[in-house]
């Protein structure tokens, strides 16, 4: 099974056959897709796990099922319900290292674009909020909508750091393995010592460049001068 196929399994908690594939690590559209990949799926398991979760609301200390509540557990907006919702909420969150969730005509709407103003004294604005096709022309203050910031640092970069670090580590594992399982041949090169200048320079030119990627292939020949 390849490393590919067990990540996958990982995150989708499934165990099916599925072809092996080869991945050329020097084409950086390639890399990016599988970063990508790996980042969906993790942020698709975050996101499916707190859905599943109730959101109680509480006024006055007492725990009450009102409105907030139906539009949290079940229906936020009417094109949205509360798992879809709250994915977009948590991929939104963890790809831009924030999240703005706006009330409009009693529906919980995740802005796609927006600005903020930051004001140490007063409440903090936002504005050119954009949610689909509609663009909002008046401001939002902090008391108005619910703001959520994942962290001081962006997790995004955060994981491409981390699966930079995995891919170095895949790398020589997969370098090493090569070489326990390659062959290894011995070239006899008779008289090259004793050869002429012109002879010992095509020698010389053998070793150091057409043999170069000896130790990268699995299979390798060594020239052995006499």
């Given at each position: 099974?390849?490393?590919?196929?067990?990540?996958?399994?990982?995150?989708?908690?499934?165990?099916?056959?599925?072809?092996?594939?080869?991945?050329?690590?020097?084409?950086?559209?390639?890399?990016?897709?599988?970063?990508?990949?790996?980042?969906?799926?993790?942020?698709?398991?975050?996101?499916?796990?707190?859905?599943?979760?109730?959101?109680?609301?509480?006024?006055?200390?007492?725990?009450?099922?009102?409105?907030?509540?139906?539009?949290?557990?079940?229906?936020?907006?009417?094109?949205?319900?509360?798992?879809?919702?709250?994915?977009?909420?948590?991929?939104?969150?963890?790809?831009?290292?924030?999240?703005?969730?706006?009330?409009?005509?009693?529906?919980?709407?995740?802005?796609?674009?927006?600005?903020?103003?930051?004001?140490?004294?007063?409440?903090?604005?936002?504005?050119?909020?954009?949610?689909?096709?509609?663009?909002?022309?008046?401001?939002?203050?902090?008391?108005?909508?619910?703001?959520?910031?994942?962290?001081?640092?962006?997790?995004?970069?955060?994981?491409?750091?981390?699966?930079?670090?995995?891919?170095?580590m895949m790398a020589a594992?997969?370098?090493?393995?090569?070489?326990?399982?390659?062959?290894?041949?011995?070239?006899?090169?008779?008289?090259?010592?004793?050869?002429?200048?012109?002879?010992?320079?095509?020698?010389?030119?053998?070793?150091?460049?057409?043999?170069?990627?000896?130790?990268?292939?699995?299979?390798?020949?060594?020239?052995?001068?006499?």
């Amino acid at each position: 099974m390849s490393i590919f196929l067990k990540i996958k399994n990982f995150f989708t908690g499934k165990e099916e056959p599925v072809a092996d594939f080869s991945i050329f690590f020097g084409e950086l559209s390639t890399e990016y897709n599988v970063r990508k990949l790996a980042f969906a799926k993790a942020v698709g398991k975050i996101a499916r796990s707190l859905a599943k979760c109730e959101i109680k609301t509480f006024e006055e200390g007492e725990e009450i099922r009102k409105r907030d509540y139906y539009r949290f557990n079940f229906e936020p907006n009417r094109n949205q319900n509360s798992s879809a919702w709250m994915q977009e909420l948590i991929w939104r969150l963890y790809s831009k290292n924030e999240a703005l969730v706006i009330e409009h005509g009693e529906q919980l709407l995740i802005a796609e674009v927006f600005t903020k103003e930051v004001k140490a004294k007063y409440d903090w604005t936002f504005r050119d909020v954009v949610v689909d096709e509609l663009t909002f022309d008046r401001p939002f203050k902090m008391s108005e909508v619910l703001y959520f910031r994942l962290n001081n640092e962006n997790v995004k970069n955060l994981i491409d750091g981390i699966y930079t670090t995995y891919a170095k580590m895949m790398a020589a594992a997969s370098e090493h393995a090569s070489r326990v399982g390659s062959l290894r041949g011995i070239l006899n090169m008779q008289g090259m010592q004793a050869g002429s200048e012109k002879e010992k320079d095509v020698a010389k030119e053998m070793l150091n460049n057409r043999f170069s990627k000896m130790f990268e292939g699995k299979n390798a020949i060594v020239p052995l001068p006499q």
